[in-house]
């Protein structure tokens, strides 16, 4: 089973910025797509971005509500996929988690998906 591995989440003010990184082996960087997913208490788990797995050229997609603030990268001699958040807003505290999928889409099924970072949006 592909191993992902979540970090770089925090407690910052609003208006401030964060990196999520997403470490996961090559192999799965390589052949699966890999997005980004939150859930905060009390809703729903929402996708937030993805990437697909092409090795060449990869598409993403971000969330229209995050767009302009968010994007996805990856880095793929490090291994890792990254969310980028600009101008973080309360309503963006979550936990956040990374996942293999065979296509970016919120509906796919997991893979598999890492433990989680928390990311709380506070003044």
Not at 2 to 25: D, F, H, N, R
Not at 49 to 77: A, Q, W
């Amino acid at each position: 089973q592909v191993q992902l591995a979540e970090s770089g989440g925090g407690l910052v003010q609003p208006g401030e910025s964060l990196k999520l990184s997403c470490v996961a082996s090559a192999f799965a960087l390589d052949y699966f797509a890999i997005g980004w997913f939150r859930q905060a208490p009390g809703k729903e788990r929402e996708g937030i971005s993805c990437i697909t797995g092409s090795s060449l050229s990869p598409i993403t997609y971000v969330r229209e509500s995050v767009k302009g603030r968010f994007t996805i990268s990856r880095d793929n001699r490090k291994r890792t996929v990254y969310l980028h958040m600009n101008n973080l807003r309360p309503e963006d505290t979550a936990v956040y988690y990374c996942a293999t999928q065979n296509q970016c889409s919120e509906d796919a099924p997991f893979l598999s998906w890492g433990r989680g970072t928390q990311v709380t949006v506070s003044s």
